[in-house]
């Protein structure tokens, strides 16, 4: 199982790269000149005395010549004072000018480095919220992270819990716990195979199945009519309750993979391996078997039990049933539909059991019962339809029983009889469509026919 960190210091620290920005911490460029007013006024003002200051200095450096006035103005005087004047206004014309132009091109200067100054701003603005961003992605990537941690630490406490009833000494809590770890399955997908696991492993613990000792009929007479003794061995009760309890478990498992694969609680394409245990009934009827390996390898049917997989539908999965024993069981696989996956029986043996596929469908699929023992039982394809694949019933023995393809259907699948050994059993191809007419060619009873895959017991 996975485990994330169970304290906050093992925790990955979040580190963010911040640029420094100082620019945004910079003041403001600050325009100081005079009121447009005031500025023209000081500058006229400053001309006039300039000028005066002129007009002295020439007098003074001429001695302060004097003027004689007698009375009369001549036309060249009047003209030279108006150019005199005329001088003046545009003397104080071009000081206010060149204020003016002075001032547009401070105001210009400054407008630059505001703009220069926003940009900069900018920068600063979309690095301060890169930052922000990262420092929120770290803060729900550690969110995340704790959430996950907390999640992860209350499915092992559940899975605690519930392994811990699974191992009780008190049936009900054992049943208990059964429920509890198929819950988890559902709500902990990561740890899901792990649950199967577990709930498969108990089918697998030592099981001996109890004996129908304590009933007694109704009346004296063995009409069918039968009542519970008042008392019953401890072994036995011990045997029935635990039975109830080995019958949830499949019962829960089959229910799971009835689901739609696309259904989040489906168990559909995880392993189940019963391998070694002993099974007195179960019904997965209808189970739907896409991907992963399903291994009934070295179980135990006996007592008349019932294993169902009718209607099941095996979509490439593989089902093993290598070294099984069926003494007297039965197990269905009734219109069951085979496509591209394996159902394998080598080593099994049968005694006085039934495997029915019956209008099963095989579809690119193969069957084998390579070394299988058939001692009084019945293998029965009635109906069934090949296409493709093949079944092979290689270096099998029958001692007895029946073999029965009636009103199968093989289109392009092959099936074989390579070196078996028929001893008083009953094989029959009765209204069977066979293009291909069934091989009996024989075969080295030590030497599987070639190309064959054979899985490990």
């Known amino acids: 199982m996975d485990h994330l960190p169970t304290d906050k210091a093992s925790l990955p620290p979040a580190t963010v790269a911040i640029s420094p920005a100082s620019v945004a911490d910079s003041d403001v460029p600050e325009l100081r000149q005079w009121h447009i007013g005031w500025a023209i006024g000081v500058a006229v003002v400053a001309a006039v005395l300039a000028v005066a200051g002129l007009i002295v200095a020439a007098l003074w450096y001429a001695g302060y010549p004097s003027f004689s006035r007698d009375g009369a103005v001549t036309a060249g005087t009047l003209f030279e004072l108006f150019k005199l004047a005329f001088a003046m206004v545009a003397g104080v014309g071009g000081v206010v000018a060149l204020v003016v132009a002075y001032r547009r091109q401070r105001v210009a200067e400054h407008t630059n480095k505001l703009a220069e100054l926003a940009h900069k701003l900018a920068q600063t603005a979309d690095v301060r919220a890169e930052v922000s961003k990262a420092l929120s992605q770290a803060a729900d990537e550690r969110a995340k992270i704790e959430t996950d941690r907390n999640g992860v630490r209350l499915f092992n406490e559940r899975f605690a819990k519930a392994s811990e009833q699974l191992g009780s000494e008190k049936p009900a809590v054992r049943l208990a716990g059964v429920y509890a770890m198929a819950g988890l399955a559902d709500d902990w997908q990561d740890g899901r195979q792990t649950c199967i696991d577990v709930l498969c492993a108990y089918l697998r613990m030592p099981y001996t199945p109890p004996e129908d000792e304590g009933w007694q009929p109704s009346n004296g007479v063995d009409s069918g009519?039968?009542?519970?003794?008042?008392?019953?061995?401890?072994?036995?009760?011990?045997?029935?309750?635990?039975?109830?309890?080995?019958?949830?478990?499949?019962?829960?498992?089959?229910?799971?993979?009835?689901?739609?694969?696309?259904?989040?609680?489906?168990?559909?394409?995880?392993?189940?391996?019963?391998?070694?245990?002993?099974?007195?009934?179960?019904?997965?009827?209808?189970?739907?078997?896409?991907?992963?390996?399903?291994?009934?390898?070295?179980?135990?049917?006996?007592?008349?039990?019932?294993?169902?997989?009718?209607?099941?539908?095996?979509?490439?999965?593989?089902?093993?049933?290598?070294?099984?024993?069926?003494?007297?069981?039965?197990?269905?696989?009734?219109?069951?539909?085979?496509?591209?996956?394996?159902?394998?029986?080598?080593?099994?043996?049968?005694?006085?059991?039934?495997?029915?596929?019956?209008?099963?469908?095989?579809?690119?699929?193969?069957?084998?019962?390579?070394?299988?023992?058939?001692?009084?039982?019945?293998?029965?394809?009635?109906?069934?339809?090949?296409?493709?694949?093949?079944?092979?019933?290689?270096?099998?023995?029958?001692?007895?029983?029946?073999?029965?393809?009636?009103?199968?259907?093989?289109?392009?699948?092959?099936?074989?009889?390579?070196?078996?050994?028929?001893?008083?059993?009953?094989?029959?191809?009765?209204g069977a469509d066979l293009q291909v007419p069934p091989a009996f060619d024989p075969w080295p009873a030590d030497d599987p026919p070639t190309g064959l895959v054979m899985p490990h017991p």
């Open 225 to 430: 009519d039968y009542v519970l003794p008042r008392e019953f061995s401890q072994d036995v009760l011990s045997a029935r309750q635990e039975r109830q309890v080995r019958h949830t478990v499949i019962r829960l498992i089959g229910a799971h993979l009835r689901l739609e694969v696309e259904n989040p609680a489906s168990w559909s394409g995880h392993d189940f391996d019963f391998t070694g245990a002993v099974l007195d009934g179960g019904d997965l009827s209808a189970a739907r078997f896409t991907g992963g390996r399903v291994s009934f390898d070295r179980a135990e049917f006996s007592g008349g039990v019932e294993v169902s997989f009718a209607e099941a539908s095996f979509s490439g999965a593989n089902v093993s049933f290598v070294g099984a024993k069926f003494c007297g069981a039965e197990v269905l696989f009734t219109r069951a539909a085979f496509a591209g996956g394996q159902v394998w029986f080598q080593d099994a043996e049968f005694t006085k059991g039934l495997v029915v596929f019956d209008s099963a469908a095989f579809t690119g699929s193969r069957v084998f019962f390579g070394r299988s023992t058939f001692a009084g039982s019945h293998v029965i394809f009635i109906g069934a339809g090949f296409a493709g694949g093949w079944i092979s019933f290689w270096a099998a023995k029958f001692r007895g029983g029946s073999l029965r393809f009636e009103s199968a259907v093989f289109d392009g699948a092959d099936v074989r009889f390579d070196a078996v050994a028929f001893e008083g059993a009953d094989v029959s191809f009765a």
